[in-house]
T-cell receptor, first 115, second 115 residues
């Protein structure tokens, strides 16, 4: 089945630094990928839709200059949290949509802790 | 605005009891419907999905869901739950056709099955 690899799984960074999270579709092409944020005991909140070769579409309230998304190829999207602060600490999850069956496959998530 | 609502936030059942988790959505266009499960410490796994055809969908692990278009509902059911079904369950709605439709999640339902 379709597999999405997300790295790193855990990262701790200092306040003010930037962190890059990668999301790769391993055995299928994904022209569209999605980035979510999940707080403890809560649901997944869609942050942005990443489109290969074009600018990402951000949901209302998500700062595009803080959460930089790049989708440079059909199998890779990256999320960079810039100038991270403790309130950015969260669980970030990516998802890729398989053009073959329109199913959504999720990465295993990245636990970001900003200290 | 589009939304997905799960009415049961926390459900506690004994083993062998029947389960039904409610899910309603508000979106007038073409939708794809999904139920995902998240076991403690693990990533999201697809239980079942509905795109078209028979509104009664059978998924993995004995789960099924029924799409009732007139009620904008997609309730999840299982005749007899097991202790291993303890997890977080999310209903999700994919909007639009093609491979660009974003996936919106409900708030999630925590299921606790007592042995």
């Amino acid at each position: 089945g379709a597999v999405v690899s997300q790295h790193p799984s855990r990262v701790i960074c200092k306040s003010g630094t930037s962190v890059k999270i990668e999301c790769r579709s391993l055995d299928f092409q994904a022209t569209t990928m999605f980035w979510y944020r999940q707080f403890p005991k809560q649901s997944l909140m869609l942050m942005a839709t990443s489109n290969e070769g074009s600018k990402a579409t951000y949901e209302q309230g998500v700062e595009k200059d803080k959460f930089l998304i790049n989708h440079a190829s059909l199998t890779l999207s990256t999320l960079t949290v810039t100038s991270a602060h403790p309130e950015d600490s969260s669980f970030y999850i990516c998802s890729a949509r398989d053009v073959r069956d329109y199913g959504y496959t999720f990465g295993s998530g990245t636990r970001l802790t900003v200290v | 605005a589009q939304s997905v609502s799960q009415h049961n936030h926390h459900v506690i059942l004994s083993e062998a009891a029947s389960l039904e988790l409610g899910c309603n959505y508000s979106y007038g266009g073409t939708v794809n419907l999904f139920w995902y499960v998240q076991y403690p410490g693990q990533h999201l796994q697809l239980l079942l999905k509905y795109f078209s055809g028979d509104p009664l969908v059978k998924g993995i692990k004995g789960f099924e869901a029924e799409f009732i278009k007139s009620k904008f509902s997609f309730n999840l059911r299982k005749p007899s739950v097991q202790w291993s079904d303890t997890a977080e369950y999310f209903c999700a709605v994919g909007q639009g056709s093609g491979n660009t439709g974003k996936l919106i999640f409900g708030q999630g339902t925590t299921l606790q099955v007592k042995p």
